[in-house]
């Protein structure tokens, strides 16, 4: 029998921003490894905020918050930051692309600083990016400044630079909202197919409610969350 492990386990999770109001108080979320997790919920109910706490983008939330095993309370900001890099892939609402890189490393960076992304790629990094790229009708513009695409374009290169590499966690926050059907359709098919393969863990942020019946379960964030009750 294959024992279930808990990729993320939360309890009694309380988040703010600096001096301001608590926004997340979630007493219980767990998410078990190798489920695609559906989370929806309006515009400033917090979604963002969660995957940053989970990803150790943000300071760490007072609760007990665990992510493949580590205690992100318990970590640096620095070691947080070597977390993610090794562990997590995060296509952001924004895509914080790198301005001054072309399309070609902005896709293959995370995988060329980490060791241990760049063993599970199944052939050169060069020919995982094209791959990547052809898939998500991006392959011509490797070579262009992603300061020079348009902007369902860069989330095509977000998309790409966070499967690349075969992370344990992909965070995907609202990562079709500016593809049109087809594109998304084709990013969705190499999401899953990418996840499948690598048994990673999906937590997957969207506002199109039609997307949930392709996840194993949907979660949403006004339900999970106590703040402001
Ligand atoms: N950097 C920040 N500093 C202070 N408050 C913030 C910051 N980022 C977000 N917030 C606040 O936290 C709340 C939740 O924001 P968040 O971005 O997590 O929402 P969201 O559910 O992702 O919304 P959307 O669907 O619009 O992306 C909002 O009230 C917002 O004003
Ligand atoms: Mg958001």
Redesign the pocket.
């Known amino acids: 029998m294959i024992e279930s492990t808990e990729c993320i386990r939360a309890s009694n999770l309380s988040f703010?921003?600096?001096d301001?109001p608590t926004?997340?108080d979630i007493p219980d979320l767990t998410v078990q490894s190798g489920e695609r997790v559906f989370l929806y919920?309006?515009?400033?109910?917090?979604?963002?905020?969660?995957?940053?706490l989970i990803a150790g983008v943000l300071e760490p939330p007072s609760g007990t918050l665990r992510v493949l095993g580590h205690d992100v309370g318990a970590l640096s900001s620095a070691e947080r930051d070597r977390f993610r890099a090794s562990h997590i892939g995060y296509v952001f609402?924004m895509f914080n692309l790198i301005p001054y890189l072309n399309v070609r490393d902005n896709i293959a960076l995370p995988v060329r600083i980490n060791e241990e992304r760049k063993k599970r790629l199944g052939s050169s990094l060069d020919i995982a990016v094209k791959e990547a790229a052809a898939h998500l009708g991006i392959e011509q513009l490797l070579d262009e400044k992603v300061t020079r695409l348009s902007v369902g374009q860069q989330q095509r290169v977000a998309a790409a630079r966070a499967i690349l590499g075969a992370p344990e966690l992909i965070i995907a926050?609202?990562p079709t909202s500016s593809l049109d059907a087809n594109r998304r359709h084709a990013f969705l098919e190499l999401l899953f197919s990418n996840v499948a393969e690598a048994g990673s863990t999906l937590l997957f942020?969207s506002?199109d409610l039609g997307l949930a019946d392709q996840f194993d379960r949907s979660l949403s964030?006004p339900e999970l969350n106590h703040a402001g009750e």
Not at 41 to 52: A, H, N, R, V
Request: charged content about 10%; aromatic content about 4%; cysteine-free.
């Open positions: 703010g921003y600096a301001g926004i997340l919920g309006p515009s400033g109910s917090g979604k963002t905020t969660l995957l940053g609402q926050d609202e942020v506002h964030l």
